[in-house]
Every structure is written in C-alpha cells, then in structure tokens.
C-alpha cells in the first residue's frame, strides 16, 4: 500500500486523470446544458465519436490541432442536427433517435477507417503542455496540473463559462424554463424550440470538440469505437451534477482518475489483471448511480418532446 502514496503514483493519476477526464469534460458540459433545456442527448456517444474521427482528419491533414478541435466540434453539431429536426421540431422520442444515431456513429467511422487507412493507424505528434509560471513547480501535483495542453486550460475556462451563462444570463433563464416549464415559456413568448434547438447543437458541438481531443490529444490516433462509452458516462456524469457546471467537472476527474489507474499502477510496480482495472469506471458508475442517483433531481420536462399547441 506504500506505493500508492508514492509521488510518482499521485502524479500519474492526477495526469491520466485530466487525460481521460478532459474529453468527458466536454461532452458532460454539453450534455448538461442540453438537459437543462428537457432534452436527453442519449445520442452523445455518436457525436463524440463523429468529432474524433473527422477532427482527427483535420487535424492530420493540416497539422494544427486547433483546426482540428474546431472540425471535431463542427462534426458534432451537425449530428446533433439530426437529433434538432427528429426530437426537437418532430417531436419523436429522444431516446430512440439518440440510440440511432450513436449506432450509425460506430458503424460510418468503423467503414470509413476501414476503407481510408485499411490496417494502418496514423499517429500524431504529441501535443506540448503549456506550464503556467510558479504554479508548475509546485510539489508532486503541480507539474501534472499546471503543465498540461493548452486544450485543457480550454476546458476549465467553458466550466466558469458555462457556470455564469446558466445562471446569469437571460438566456440561461429561458433555457432552464425550456427544461422546467415549456408551456409557461411558450406563453411568455419565447419559442421552446428554438431554445431547445440552440441547446442541442450547443451539445452537439462540444460533444464533438471533446472526442476531437480524445482522438488528437489524448490517443494521438483514432481507432475504431475509440471513445469505448464514454458518452454514456458523460450523460451519467451530466445527470448526476444537477445541472452545475462545477459537479460535471468534478465528475469527470474522478471517473478520469479510475480510467487512467492502469497506468499509475503500472508506474510504480503493481500489477492487477489489465480486465480488472478495466472495469472500474463502469463499476464506479453503477455504485455511484446507487448510491447518488435517489437524490438527483433533473428538469421537469427532460425527455418530453414539445409541440405547441399539444398540451
């Protein structure tokens, strides 16, 4: 037991931790600002994985990861329009069409890898962290918090963003009505759909920068069904912050931190069974979801299409 509070250790799981909690990040935020809205994005498995793909195609084309990031996001949006015109303006069931649409996710990027890079996988150079004076020197977790991609620093900034819009912004009120109370949104004046509709592609969008950033940043490659559930989690993530910004970030770090405990454990000499190690993010979702999920209280009308005039 020693070797887990040995520095190396600590510094290896904060770092895998950011890692792999970064690309949750993103599509959690996304995922929170669309269920605030009433709409559950079940399809944000497929948006992650659309954006890792075509962003790393862009990414490895020009060279810039930034281009990258931006084509990933762009990739993400559009998907999530398909989900704007079936659930949003059809007012079809989200659950269904979300299902759909991370099911024809793996099916395109699995083909279209397949038939562009055969059994080759292209790697990317990996991308320099960026350390932020002083506080990089900082004993054990300084350097694994404050010397990372600048992406990262990204992140942090749309979590303050993101925090403010929601709860400062008339905006954010008209959205979390949308989520609350459709009907007195509507009579107000403010159309339900097309608060419904921004949220989404919203989601969509930085669903599809944060498997960009998976497949770019954090792989430096793509492989088929690369993002392995992450969306799933990022809407467990989403449900289980109640709406705040600040719980998703939480959230993610510490499913973060079980995903990259292989590799701490590996640094300083444990060897656990790979499989085992494996499941503990999807184990820490399960005991989490029992114990938290009692108390989690999510918008009103999240899951249940409007149409005007229906009710």
């Known amino acids: 037991m020693s070797e887990l509070l040995d520095p190396t250790f600590l510094t290896a799981l904060v770092a895998g931790g950011l890692l792999a909690g970064i690309p949750l990040l993103f599509a959690s935020l996304g995922e929170t600002i669309a269920e605030r809205s009433g709409l559950l994005n079940v ?39 398909v989900m704007v015109i079936f659930c949003v303006r059809l007012g079809l069931d989200q659950i269904i069409v979300g299902i759909a649409i991370t099911l ?20 990317l150079d990996a991308v ?28 942090f900034g749309l979590v303050l963003l993101t925090s403010w819009f929601l709860r400062r912004t008339t905006i954010g009120l008209e959205l979390r009505s949308a989520g609350e109370r459709p009907g007195s949104l509507d009579a107000a004046g403010v ?17 599809g920068i944060g498997g960009a950033y998976l497949s770019i940043v954090g792989a430096g490659t793509f492989v088929p069904f690369v993002t392995n559930g992450m969306g799933f989690i ?71 299409p409007y149409l005007r005039g229906s009710r």
């Open 104 to 123: 024809s996710a793996e099916g395109a990027t699995s083909l279209l890898h397949g038939t562009m890079f055969g059994q080759s996988y292209p790697r």
């Open 43 to 81: 399809g944000l498995e497929g948006m992650m994985l659309t954006g890792a793909f075509v962003g790393f195609l862009a990414a490895l084309g020009t060279g810039n990861i930034w281009v990258g990031l931006a084509v990933g996001g762009l990739a993400g949006l559009l998907v999530a329009l």
């Open 128 to 155: 320099a962290g960026f350390a932020i004076p002083v506080l990089h020197s900082i004993p054990i977790l300084g350097g694994s918090l404050f010397s990372q991609p600048l992406p990262v620093y990204l992140a």
């Open 234 to 304: 990022a809407i467990v993530v989403a449900m289980l912050g109640r709406g705040r910004p600040w719980w998703a970030l939480i959230g993610s770090f510490l499913f973060g931190m079980s995903l990259s405990l292989t590799t701490a454990l590996q640094v300083v000499g444990i060897d656990i069974p790979v499989d085992v190690v494996n499941m503990l993010p999807f184990v820490s979702v399960i005991v989490i979801l029992i114990v938290f999920a009692r108390d989690a209280k999510l918008p009103a009308a999240l899951g249940l």
């Open 191 to 207: 159309s339900v759909v097309a608060v419904r509709s921004g949220a989404e592609l919203t989601c969509g969008a930085l669903a």
